[in-house]
């Protein structure tokens, strides 16, 4: 897959088939791996759109770019991530699917970052748009982790109660996720903290704190 990176038309082409073979590596379909030259050509043509000098009707190309990079994540969250997530009924499952989605997502949104970093250095500060890495996480937060979230927390609950009873669980697993409601959650925890506090004390586990991202309680959770 060649072109001339000072192109813009066969450019836009070439970031096109890129992102496509992207997603595909995502949803497990073969497909080979970038290499150093593809990772440097989309970065480059990014940065030959963006960054140089404006050409007679390519004003809009920054826009289109920071379009492209919403696009992207925002077309991948519902048509893959979520399915995925509402086929799992056994708690474990959900849960560690939602981990996986996560890891996952944070992964797709950190590379594309780097590919569209020329972004970062005039337009989206002239626009004042969300940060590359602010806007995956929350595109994660508004098209996947809100339309779970009630769930997963049952889920949790679920484990919780099931310890309660005398069944061994998956500690870690169930920490990792209250990690992850405080990482994607960050300022709007409000709503689930008294949820999960207000059940870990009746189960036995007292006191579950959230605050700035530290969790703290008598049995381990920490």
Request: overall charge negative.
């Given at each position: 897959m060649k072109c001339k990176a000072s192109d813009s038309e066969e450019g836009w082409d070439y970031l096109e088939r890129g992102f496509t073979k992207l997603k595909r590596i995502f949803e497990?379909?073969?497909e080979p791996a970038?290499?150093?030259e593809d990772y440097m050509m989309l970065y480059t043509i990014v940065y030959n759109i963006c960054c140089k000098p404006a050409r007679p009707h390519h004003d809009e190309d920054p826009d289109q770019m920071y379009d492209k990079y919403e696009q992207i994540l925002e077309d991948y969250m519902p048509s893959k991530v979520l399915p995925?997530?509402?086929?799992?009924?056994?708690?474990?499952?959900l849960l560690r699917e939602l981990l996986k989605s996560w890891a996952n997502h944070k992964f797709l949104a950190k590379w594309l970052s780097r590919v569209f970093l020329p972004l970062q250095a005039g337009y989206i500060p002239r626009m004042a748009l969300p940060e590359l890495n602010a806007f995956g996480i929350s595109c994660f937060r508004d098209l996947v982790f809100e339309a779970m979230k009630d769930k997963v927390k049952d889920a949790v609950v679920a484990l919780i109660d099931r310890e309660r009873e005398?069944?061994?669980?998956?500690?870690t697993l169930v920490k990792n996720v209250l990690d992850l409601f405080?990482?994607?959650?960050?300022?709007?925890?409000?709503?689930y903290e008294k949820d999960f506090?207000?059940?870990?004390?009746?189960?036995?586990?007292?006191?579950l704190l959230f605050s700035e991202g530290i969790k703290l309680d008598s049995s381990g959770f920490v």
């Open positions: 497990g379909l073969p970038f290499n150093l995925s997530l509402r086929e799992k009924h056994d708690e474990y499952d005398g069944e061994e669980i998956d500690r405080v990482e994607i959650e960050v300022g709007k925890m409000h709503c506090e207000e059940h870990m004390l009746a189960s036995g586990y007292g006191g």
